[in-house]
């Protein structure tokens, strides 16, 4: 659905925020990108509905390269969630943001209208349809951002930072949404430095570091490896922190989920206690 | 002795109907560590904002009660005077800088309070030692990382040395190494000089072990206010959509099947303990 081919990007003042990045992602992935701040996620997120246009290398979006396509054509394919979300607001009702760009993509005024429904429907803001984008909540915001982009059911739907000043109950909605997406067999990419959030949503990991691709396999693997983590200014989960403590002991310190780690636990007590007996 | 009494405070922002604090009571000891936690919208940051003044002297609207701290009384003292003595620390560190050097930053509000020039450079070499910064006094603010501009803010209200500092969400936009060194500087800040603090923060993980007390507040009230173990073991707790560390939940979890844990862990380093003490206590 996705593919990098050897990007490089150089912005205007010089900082080389891509480096030779190569990179796949196929139809109905879900994919965290992680990296310390400036490490090039928000740089990559930008490559995917054509804000930004490779330095050099090749950007393909289902299958068409980037260079060819406006951000217009791009956006139909791909949605992008900006970590301000309230700096794309400036209508005065939710219900006309969303309609704003329907329109603009050129639907006919009743599948706006049903689109509209299902979108904030979804996003749980339907009692807010005529309520000022402004006078929602900070999460609100975030997920009318969200419906905005959905509303023109884009195949792939990109989120930068999605969890970034989010409380506990509104990131616990976040995953719930960002996995029912999935289930439905969209492209999903969200960039984030939250190992925590990570751990939970257990998705494919592109680890970045300084324009480059570090990493790249799943939750398990990546958010267990310490040394690698520290490298990219990412700690470890705290699951994942607490196993690695007891290996000496037998512990598995390749778990990420709380369940896992306590049935690993009770198990290897067992054993060593059963041991202890024989 | 007391640095915080609240009692009976209700605020309701002006064009607002409902308080966005009510009847908050509190007292907090001179050098208490405290988390205050709550979702987004519970009156987290405007409790901080009564503490230092911002409300009611920048803040329009209704408020009954009585704030004190530091023994002032907060509606009847100026925020000049009460800056000097209560230090807040916000969640976007860029909104708090504007000097064209490190150094300048911190020393601006000192020079606002006409402190002799000698005294300003003591504090300032005190401010930037105590965050671990001294090496970034001639950079400008802009050109930091976000966590490195987390701590020039955090300097520039160190060096006034204020009894009270108040963190409105300080880590939620840095990467998680930044975000720990953030929160070990403030636990240090409290170990080493004793001042009183409060974070406002949904990050437990990094903070569960180092405060001495936690705060939840829901919809503008406190629902809940003790120490940690008490707070986060609790049963009813998790409903209100408040975190708990991951270690908490793991070593309840191991307790449903082996009584491991007698004291709840609040760190890896106690999770560790407690699982190394019950094999030691079964040899034995």
Known sequence: MIKFDSVTYVYPTGARALSDVSVEVGKGELVALMGENGAGKTTFIKHLNGLLKPTSGRVYVDGKDTRTLSVAQLSRIVGVVFQNAEDMFFLPTVEEEVAFSLRNLGFSEDVVQKRIDWALKFMELEVYKKRSPFLLSGGEKKRLALAIILAWNPQVIAMDEPTVGQDSMQKEKLKEMIKQLSLQGRTVIISTHDVEFVAELRPRVILMSRGKIVADGDADTILTDGELLRSCSILMPQVAATMSRLTDLGFNAKVISVEEAVRSIVKRLMEIEHTRRA | ?284
């Open chain 2, 1 to 284: 002795m007391e640095i915080v009494r609240v009692e009976g405070l209700t605020f309701t922002y002006s064009g607002s109907e409902v308080p966005a604090v009510k009847d908050i009571n509190l007292t907090m000891k001179e050098g208490e560590f405290v988390l205050l936690l709550g979702p987004s919208g519970c009156g987290k940051s405007t409790l901080c904002r009564c503490l230092n003044g911002l409300i009611p002297h920048f803040y329009a609207g209704k408020m009954d009660g009585k704030v004190v701290v530091a023994g002032m009384d907060v509606t009847k003292t100026p925020t000049y005077v009460l800056s000097q003595h209560v230090g807040m620390v916000f969640q976007i560190p860029e909104n708090q800088l504007f000097s064209l050097t490190v150094e300048n930053d911190v020393a601006f509000a000192l020079e606002n309070l006409g402190i002799p020039r000698d005294e300003i450079k003591r504090r300032v070499d005190f401010a930037l030692r105590a965050v671990g910064i001294e090496e970034l006094r001639g950079r400008s603010p802009f050109e930091l990382s976000g966590g490195q501009q987390q701590k020039v803010a955090i300097a520039s209200i160190l060096a006034l040395m204020p009894k009270l500092m108040l963190f409105d969400e300080p880590t939620s936009s840095l990467d998680p190494v930044s975000a720990k060194s953030v929160v070990d500087i403030i636990s240090s800040i409290r170990k080493e000089f004793g001042t009183s603090i409060i974070v406002a923060e949904h990050r437990v993980e990094l903070l569960a072990d180092k405060v001495d007390r936690v705060i939840v507040m829901q919809e503008g009230s406190i629902i809940k206010d003790g120490k940690p173990k008490e707070v986060f073991v609790s049963e009813e707790f998790t409903p209100y959509g408040v975190p708990v560390p991951k270690v908490v939940s793991m070593a309840k979890g191991v307790n449903r099947h082996l009584r491991v844990f007698n004291d709840m862990p609040l760190s890896p380093e106690e999770f560790e303990q407690g699982i190394r003490g019950f094999l030691y206590d079964k040899v034995r």
